[in-house]
C-alpha cells in the first residue's frame, strides 16, 4: 500500500516555472515507478511523465518534453516534477501516481495508487 500527497501547486505567470513534490508513504515506494498526470475539468486525465523504480528511466509526454523534469528521491519517499516555461494550456489538477509493475508505463490503467491532486493555473 502507498498513499501519496502532492504538493507545490499554485498560480504562476506564463513562461514562469513551479516544482511539485509528491510524498509517499508505504514501505513499497522504492519498488514502484511513479507517474505524473494531470486533467482539466471535462477533459479525460492525461500523461505527463514517469519514472522507473531501478536506474531511474524516465517517459514525458510530447506536449512537456523539454520543459518538464521528473525525479525521485528514494531516501526521502518524494518523487518531484519540476516544471519550466509554462504555458497556459499547461493548467490543471496535477496528480501523483504510484505502479507497482516492472515496467514504467504511461498508461493511467498501470498505476494503482494516486494522490488527491494539485491544482496548477497559469495565467497568459
Known amino acids: 500500500q502507498v498513499q501519496l500527497v502532492e504538493s507545490g501547486g499554485g498560480l504562476v505567470q506564463a513562461g514562469g516555472s513551479l516544482t511539485l513534490s509528491c510524498a509517499a508513504s508505504?514501505?513499497?515506494?522504492?519498488?514502484?515507478?511513479m507517474g505524473w498526470f494531470r486533467q482539466v475539468p471535462g477533459k479525460e486525465r492525461e500523461f505527463v511523465a514517469a519514472?522507473?523504480?531501478?536506474?531511474?528511466?524516465?517517459l514525458y509526454a510530447d506536449s512537456v518534453k523539454g520543459r518538464f523534469t521528473i525525479s525521485r528521491d528514494n531516501a526521502k519517499n518524494t518523487v518531484y516534477l519540476q516544471m519550466n516555461s509554462l504555458k497556459p494550456e499547461d493548467t490543471a489538477v496535477y496528480y501523483c501516481?504510484?505502479?507497482?509493475?516492472?515496467?514504467?508505463?504511461?498508461?493511467?490503467?498501470?498505476?494503482?495508487?494516486w494522490g488527491q491532486g494539485t491544482q496548477v493555473t497559469v495565467s497568459s
Open positions: 519514472i522507473s523504480w531501478i536506474v531511474f528511466n524516465t
Open positions: 508505504g514501505r513499497t515506494f522504492r519498488r514502484c515507478n
Open positions: 501516481a504510484a505502479d507497482p509493475s516492472a515496467l514504467v508505463s504511461e498508461r493511467e490503467y498501470e498505476y494503482d495508487y
